[in-house]
């Protein structure tokens, strides 16, 4: 009885543990799918937590972008602290420049008037000034005064365009297009494309316009090897925002390479001496020119700018140019001259982060550059008559002879070397008062031409030493200056001038500049 009994009971138990069994399986495997499922969530939500820290990295990788580009507009001068206002779409002020728009095209109107007052102890004023906005004259000289217009054209462009007007030592009106231009706003791979009349991307003020100097006049070296207007003319222009986490950007401009905008290319230069006795630059007519013919006959201007923070209140910013094209300095039949201009520039700027209003700061510039430039033959005997175009028996009057032979003078090519180079301080030391000093030097390596004792005829058998080409003497000057600016639209700036020219002497130059700003007018470069 009882092992029938155990018998009965084990059975019992055992059909009793055969569903148990089964269903602690049935658990373990749903545990198991649960531990498969969390591992495959927790899988997909680290993917997505790296989807946004990749999205997080891109974003601010756009954000270093926007700012590079919102530098290069400011740089560019197409963005001002005005327009940033403006954005937060709050009423209009009179302080604000005067907008005409339709739809998202819109056009800012702006004026500047300078006008500088002062005097020189230089005896040939003409030749001490050699920016073509410069002060040119005792007394009074209206510098100009510039209407600019900008703004959007549509979603793809903006313009620019900036029309002058200024007067002379002569008295005599002159009215120019500086720049007029179309540029690109929505190019991919951070390429942007300006073309139009505009001033070469060659070094840093060679592009500012008169109402951005920090001085009275042009620096030496600018007006000697760029020209007196500086370089610029129509053309194109392609620059490319690198991506980097700073501010590093590629420039190539092409451009025409003839006119008074590109005097040390293909175009007819300036002369000195006055009346009858003119002598152009190396002593040379530009009888040369080849005309646009080829691909190298254009003007090419590369520039590389790169810029760092050194830290929270230091910036630097480098830059490297060249402009690379064709003069016309020789008889016809010279060959083929080529000028090469070279330039490396520096800014630096101290502000601290406790500034008011941009005050107080520091800021230290400077450019150096030097140009090769080819010079043909060139026989004065341009009629083949000896020099004696009037049948008197002497060389005419204003030819150049050669004092060994008493004939006119025949000039060998060669090439020519100059260089020079600025540097300039600024001290803001407090708001609206910034005080400045700049030290300018040019100098030549001297040409065969100037070792010949040129003489220039007078017309009755005798003349005058040529001397050294007054185009290329050694200079040098230093300017301090102080400036005020009541407000952000006007200023009242008071500049002396030293200046020592080889063969002239010295000279001393007094300066009190005036500005005034109606409406809209571009940003300065940093």
């Not at 954000?63 to 209009?92: F, I, N, S």
């Not at 500088?116 to 906005?133: E, R, W």
């Not at 630097?316 to 083929?336: H, I, K, Q, V, Y």
């Amino acid at each position: 009885m009882k092992i029938s009994t155990l018998l009965g009971l084990s059975s019992a138990l055992t059909l009793t543990a055969l569903p148990l069994a089964a269903q602690d399986a049935k658990q373990i495997q749903q545990l198991q799918e649960q531990l498969r499922q969390m591992q495959e969530q927790h899988q997909r939500q680290m993917e997505a937590l790296q989807k946004q820290i990749e999205a997080l990295q891109k974003q601010q990788s756009g954000v270093v972008t926007e700012q590079q580009k919102l530098k290069q507009m400011m740089d560019t001068g197409m963005l001002d602290m005005k327009q940033a206002e403006r954005a937060e779409d709050r009423p209009w002020r009179p302080t604000d420049p005067i907008r005409i728009s339709r739809g998202q095209a819109y056009m800012d109107v702006g004026l500047v008037g300078t006008l500088a007052a002062g005097t020189s102890t230089a005896k040939d004023f003409d030749q001490l000034q050699p920016g073509g906005h410069d002060p040119s004259q005792r007394g009074f000289t209206l510098q100009g005064v510039e209407a600019t217009f900008t703004g959007a054209v549509d979603p793809y462009f903006r313009g620019l365009a900036a029309i002058n007007l200024s007067i002379d030592g002569g008295s005599e009106t002159h009215l120019e297009l500086e720049e007029a231009w179309l540029e690109s706003v929505s190019l991919p791979g951070n390429l942007q494309l300006r073309a139009g009349q505009i001033f070469s991307e060659f070094g840093r003020h060679n592009s500012q316009h008169l109402h951005s100097w920090a001085f009275v006049d042009a620096p030496l070296v600018n007006a000697r090897l760029l020209g007196p207007d500086g370089l610029r003319n129509p053309g194109a222009r392609l620059s490319w925002l690198m991506p980097t986490p700073f501010y590093s950007e590629l420039f190539l401009g092409v451009q025409n390479s003839g006119g008074e905008t590109a005097t040390s290319f293909r175009s007819a230069g300036h002369t000195h001496g006055g009346g009858e006795e003119e002598i152009p630059f190396a002593f040379r007519h530009a009888d040369n020119d080849r005309g646009l013919a080829k691909w190298n006959d254009l003007l090419f201007t590369p520039r590389y700018a790169v810029s760092f923070n050194l830290n929270d209140a230091q910036t630097l910013l480098l830059g490297a140019s060249g402009a690379f094209g064709p003069n016309s300095r020789g008889a016809a039949g010279s060959g083929e001259l080529d000028t090469q201009i070279y330039g490396a520039d520096l800014t630096w700027k101290w502000k601290p982060a406790s500034h008011t209003g941009g005050f107080p700061f520091v800021a230290f510039q400077a450019e150096a550059m030097m140009r090769k430039s080819d010079v043909g033959m060139f026989d004065w005997d341009e009629d083949a008559n000896g020099g004696d175009g009037d049948g008197d028996g002497f060389v005419d009057e204003g030819l150049l002879v050669d004092p060994l032979t008493g004939l006119p003078a025949i000039l060998p090519g060669e090439r020519l070397t100059d260089y020079g180079f600025y540097a300039q301080l600024l001290y803001g030391f407090r708001k609206g008062w910034v005080a400045g000093l700049r030290f300018d030097y040019s100098a030549p390596k001297r040409g065969s031409y100037e070792n010949m004792g040129i003489i220039v005829a007078d017309g009755a058998g005798a003349g005058d030493p040529a001397g050294l080409d007054a185009f290329r003497v050694r200079r040098a000057r230093v300017s301090p200056n102080l400036t005020w600016y009541p407000t952000e639209f006007s200023k009242v700036r008071l500049q002396y001038n030293y200046d020592h020219r080889e063969q002239l002497g010295h000279a001393h130059s007094v300066w009190l500049q005036f500005e005034f700003v109606l409406g809209s007018h571009a940003a300065h470069k940093f």
